[in-house]
């Protein structure tokens, strides 16, 4: 039997954080969700940050209103962005740590000491129809948790390896991508469904592929960041070509 294709949400925050650095509407994030979807995007990932620093509340609105493919909205377990998400009625809600200080997400979700409230939120944004998933660190200990939370899925954070990788910190990296491989065979035993993320490019998001239990990739910021270079149409084609080929699909 073939494996099952892996998935790929792209993540478009960073286009507008190019249009926030400039003011006005343009770059457009809701155009450049549709462009990935044409190009093979299997869906759009867009993180409302609360202090507004790239995706607007106007940018859920639209993607919403004007996407053909399911919208994972990323967010903080907050009394605000449930609201929004209830409003809203994305195909799906990625709760993510979130600290204003931060360049980017660090980390994944502390699902122990944040158990309770986010069983909360989890249970409130499912009586909604959305779909909930937890982004994690790759432990034993935030799976069970986050199984306990009642998460039907959870996002693996690959930042870590992804970093060491670019440092060239080979036994780093080697520690960290066998924390990704034994949580992701941790998934199916427990019976979550496994997606992956952060820090991604063309080589490691080849590598990771290749585990069979990762049924989704959420890529934004290098994939932005190569579309300057060769369009973001090609930078995807370029993504689902590493994807599949670290699948064994091609």
Known sequence: MSPAP???????DHVATVRNARGGALPDPVRAAKIAIDAGA????????????????????????????????????TDEMVAIALHTRPHACCLVPEKR???????????????????IVAAELKR???????????SLEALE?????????????????????AHGE???????FGRIRVAAAQTETLGIECHAGHGLDFATAKKISGLPQIAELNIGHFLIGEAI???????????????????GLS
């Open 6 to 12: 892996i998935r790929l949400g792209v993540n478009i």
């Open 42 to 77: 299997d869906g759009i990932t867009a993180h409302l940050r609360e202090d507004r620093r790239h995706i607007r509340d106007e940018d859920m609105a639209r993607l919403r209103r004007e996407i053909s493919k399911p919208l994972n909205f990323e967010m903080a377990a």
């Open 101 to 119: 200080s931060e360049r980017t997400t660090e980390g994944g979700l502390d699902v122990i000491a944040g158990h309770d409230h986010l069983k």
């Open 128 to 138: 909604a129809g959305i779909r909930v998933s937890l982004f994690i660190e790759p």
């Open 145 to 165: 948790a986050s199984r306990s939370i009642g998460a039907p899925v959870v996002e693996l954070h690959t930042g870590s390896w992804c970093d060491a990788v």
């Open 170 to 176: 080979i036994d780093k990296a080697n520690h960290e």
């Open 229 to 247: 270079f060769v369009g973001l149409t090609e930078a995807i084609h370029h993504m689902r070509r590493a994807m599949d080929e670290g699948r």
